[in-house]
C-alpha cells in the first residue's frame, strides 16, 4: 500500500515539474509532454500497487533498491532534458545572428564595391575605405 502512495506522489511531482518547466520554457513541448506521459505510466503503475500488491513486489528489498535507483535516473533524465532544450535555445539564437550577419555583410560588400562596409575609427581618420574622413577631390570653394 505505501508503495502506491510513494508512486502517485512520485507522478505529481513529475507532472508539477515537467508542467512548470514546459510554460516557463526550461523545457520544449515535445519534452514535457513526453514527462507528462512517464508521469501518468507512474500513476497507473499507483493504481496496479494498490488494487494488486502481489504484483507490485513490494515486500522486496531489491524492488526497493530498483524504485530508488529509476527515480534517481528519471531526475537525471530530466535534467538533460532541461539542458537540450536551453542548448536547443541557443544554438537557435547564434544561427539567426550567423544569418543576420552574413546577411549584413554580402549587403555591405555589394554596396562598397567589394570593401567592408564598416571601417573602423582609425580607418575613417585616415580616409580609409569608409571615405568618411579626408576629403579625396578638389574643394568646391574658389
Same mark, same amino acid.
Do not use: K, Y
Given at each position: 500500500?505505501?508503495?502506491?502512495?510513494?508512486?502517485?506522489?512520485?507522478?505529481?511531482?513529475?507532472?508539477?515539474?515537467?508542467?512548470?518547466?514546459?510554460?516557463?520554457?526550461?523545457?520544449?513541448?515535445?519534452?514535457?509532454?513526453?514527462?507528462?506521459?512517464?508521469?501518468?505510466?507512474?500513476?497507473?503503475?499507483?493504481?496496479?500497487?494498490?488494487?494488486?500488491?502481489?504484483?507490485?513486489?513490494?515486500?522486496? =528489498? #531489491?524492488?526497493?533498491?530498483?524504485?530508488?535507483?529509476?527515480?534517481?535516473?528519471?531526475?537525471?533524465?530530466?535534467?538533460?532534458?532541461? #539542458?537540450?532544450?536551453?542548448?536547443?535555445e541557443r544554438v537557435r539564437r547564434l544561427a539567426q545572428e550567423v544569418a543576420l550577419l552574413r546577411a549584413?555583410?554580402?549587403?555591405?560588400?555589394?554596396?562598397?564595391?567589394?570593401?567592408?562596409?564598416? =571601417?573602423?575609427?582609425?580607418?575613417?581618420?585616415?580616409?580609409?575605405?569608409?571615405? =568618411?574622413?579626408?576629403?579625396?577631390?578638389?574643394?568646391?570653394?574658389?
Amino acid at each position: 500500500m505505501l508503495l502506491g502512495w510513494v508512486l502517485a506522489a512520485g507522478a505529481l511531482c513529475l507532472a508539477g515539474v515537467a508542467f512548470c518547466w514546459g510554460r516557463a520554457g526550461r523545457l520544449s513541448l515535445g519534452h514535457a509532454t513526453a514527462w507528462l506521459l512517464i508521469a501518468v505510466c507512474l500513476l497507473l503503475a499507483a493504481v496496479i500497487a494498490w488494487v494488486r500488491p502481489a504484483l507490485a513486489g513490494a515486500g522486496s =528489498s #531489491a524492488f526497493v533498491a530498483l524504485l530508488v535507483v529509476t527515480a534517481g535516473l528519471v531526475i537525471v533524465a530530466l535534467a538533460h532534458a532541461a #539542458a537540450l532544450t536551453r542548448l536547443d535555445e541557443r544554438v537557435r539564437r547564434l544561427a539567426q545572428e550567423v544569418a543576420l550577419l552574413r546577411a549584413e555583410s554580402s549587403v555591405g560588400q555589394a554596396g562598397s564595391g567589394g570593401a567592408s562596409a564598416r =571601417s573602423s575609427p582609425a580607418q575613417r581618420a585616415n580616409g580609409g575605405p569608409a571615405g =568618411s574622413g579626408a576629403m579625396s577631390g578638389p574643394s568646391d570653394g574658389v
